[in-house]
C-alpha cells in the first residue's frame, strides 16, 4: 500500500508538471534557464521552500535532533531572517539591475576571473558536499519507507543504497535536464502542497486517534493496555532498533550510543536489553 501510494503521487506530480510545461520554450538560455522570467509568486515561494527542504532535513536534520536535541534547528531559524533580508532589501535590487545569479552580480561587482571561480566553487560544492549527502539520506528514507531491500530481493543493505542512489540521481537529473527550471519549480510546487496536506492530515488525524482510543477504553475497559503489554511493546521497539542497525552486519560505535539512548528512554535495563540482542543474534544465525 506505501509503494502503491509513492508511486500514485510521483506519478501524479510527474503528469501534471508535464501537462503544464509542456509548451514552454526551452530553445534560449533564458527560457531553459530562467523560466522566461514567466515564474509567479506561488511558484518561486514553492520552489525556494522544496529547495531548503530537502532529504537532509528529512531525515538528517530529524536524526541531528533525536541525537542533540532542538539545538540544530537554530540554524533554520537563523537562515529565515537572512531569507527575509534577502526577499526585502536584495533581491528587488538585483531584479531591477537584470542581476538573476551571483556569480552574475561578482561579474558586475569585480570581474570575469571573480565569476569564474565563484562558478568552479558552487559546481564543486554541489558536486561533492551537497549531491553525495542529498542522494545518500534519500536512498536511506526509501529504503526504509518501502522496504526496497526486501522488493529487489538483494542481498546486502549497500547494495540496495547503491541502487537507489543511482535510480534516483539519473531520474533527478533526467527531469532537470531535459524540463528547465520552469518544471523544477513547478514539480517543487506540488510536492510543497502535498507535504502541506501531510503535515494538516496528520494534525487533524492525532486528536481524532485520541478521541477513539477514550472511545474505545470507555465502551471496551478490559481491554485497555496493561504494564506488562507495555513492556512488551517497548521490547519490540528496542528489538527493531537493533535489527535496522546490525543490516550492515554489525552495529557502529555510534549505533551503539542511540541503542543505548533509546534504551534509557524505553526504560529497559541492560540486561533484557542484552538478552534481547542475543536473541535476535540467534535467530539471525538459525532462521529456521
Not at 535495563?269 to 532462521?287: F, G, K, N
Amino acid at each position: 500500500m506505501i509503494l502503491v501510494s509513492f508511486l500514485f503521487f510521483t506519478g501524479l506530480v510527474a503528469a501534471i508538471t508535464w501537462w503544464l510545461t509542456r509548451k514552454d520554450d526551452h530553445t534560449t538560455s533564458e527560457g531553459y534557464f530562467l523560466a522566461g522570467r514567466s515564474l509567479t509568486w506561488p511558484l518561486i515561494a514553492g520552489s525556494l521552500l522544496l529547495t531548503n527542504l530537502s532529504t537532509e532535513q528529512m531525515v538528517g536534520l530529524n536524526g541531528a535532533a533525536f541525537t542533540y536535541g532542538f539545538s540544530v534547528m537554530v540554524w533554520e531559524v537563523v537562515a529565515v531572517l537572512a531569507l527575509v533580508c534577502m526577499a526585502l532589501f536584495f533581491l528587488p535590487r538585483f531584479l531591477k539591475s537584470g542581476v538573476s545569479t551571483v556569480p552574475e552580480y561578482l561579474a558586475i561587482r569585480f570581474d570575469d576571473q571573480t565569476r569564474l571561480i565563484t562558478d568552479l566553487i558552487f559546481l564543486v560544492a554541489y558536486a561533492v558536499i551537497l549531491l553525495p549527502i542529498i542522494l545518500y539520506t534519500g536512498a536511506t528514507g526509501l529504503i526504509g519507507i518501502l522496504d526496497v531491500q526486501g522488493m529487489l530481493g538483494l542481498q546486502s543493505h549497500q547494495q540496495t543504497l547503491w541502487v537507489i542512489v543511482w535510480l534516483v540521481g539519473i531520474i533527478g537529473s533526467l527531469y532537470a535536464l531535459f524540463g528547465g527550471l520552469r518544471t523544477v519549480a513547478v514539480s517543487d510546487l506540488l510536492n510543497g502542497i502535498g507535504l502541506l496536506a501531510a503535515a494538516l492530515v496528520v494534525f487533524f488525524l492525532a486528536p481524532l486517534q485520541r478521541f477513539a482510543e477514550r472511545v474505545a477504553s470507555a465502551a471496551m475497559p478490559n481491554t485497555q493496555n496493561t504494564p506488562e503489554y507495555a513492556a512488551f511493546r517497548k521490547m519490540q521497539v528496542y528489538e527493531a532498533a537493533v535489527s535496522e542497525a546490525r543490516q550492515e552486519g554489525g552495529i557502529s560505535q555510534k549505533e551503539r550510543a542511540l541503542l543505548i539512548r533509546l534504551r534509557d528512554s524505553l526504560g529497559i535495563s541492560a540486561v533484557d536489553a542484552e538478552v534481547i540482542e542475543r536473541e535476535l543474534q540467534a535467530r539471525v544465525a538459525d532462521p529456521k
